[in-house]
């Protein structure tokens, strides 16, 4: 027998209290023009799909266009049409405003290569860019990241002198500690070690988890190809 849902008029003890489905983003026909449209000689790209909260969703197709599919995805290059929906909000409907907000607290994209201020120490950058985001919780957070991610040590170290892998990793771990609700990954352990790249993916599927966020990536790593949830083409 299925479980009845009451109405707002139900006695307390009877209501149904359990906490709604956090929002699922939904893509529906979003056209964006592939890189290397002329050497190509193709039309528009697609992608068309439901991205599930809790989950880690891989894009798979031709990996020259994949990084153009997560731009559009991420809101930093605008879709030739189509929707993309978090519950009821069409997120290409905001304004510059709102978008800059949305990318700001909901969303968060980590580029293959990812731009870190030259001259901040790793702890620096942590806490600088967690402030706004309840800094006595983000910033235990950020330090405990560090810690999992084998920088701890490198805490007082500038950014420009970490190599590429620990690079990746720190940028990753400012996303985590700020709790977006979806976070968009370009192939982000591709620098790192088996080992690092093993710890970086064991906390971005506790995250996933624990926070029910939603996770769109590409990868190249093996590892974090066998960890995902699901696979999404793009053609």
Known sequence: MSPTIMSSSASPDTADTRPA?????????????????????????????HFPSGSITLLTGDSRHLGAALAVLALRENPLSGQLLHGDTDILALDRAQASLWRRHTLRFLPHDPALPATRTALHHLQTETREHEPQAAIPRALDLLDRFDL???????????????????ALATALCVLPRILVLDDVTAHMGAQL????????HHQVRKRAMIVIATSTDRMFIENADRQLAVA
């Open 21 to 49: 489905q956090p929002a699922a983003l939904q893509a529906r026909s979003l056209a964006f023009n592939p890189a290397f449209t002329a050497a190509c000689d193709t039309g528009p790209l697609v992608v068309d799909g």
């Open 152 to 170: 701890g040590r490198r805490a007082g170290t500038r950014t420009s002198a970490l190599p590429p892998g620990p690079q990746q990793a720190l």
């Open 197 to 204: 790249a093993g710890k970086v993916i064991r906390a971005i």
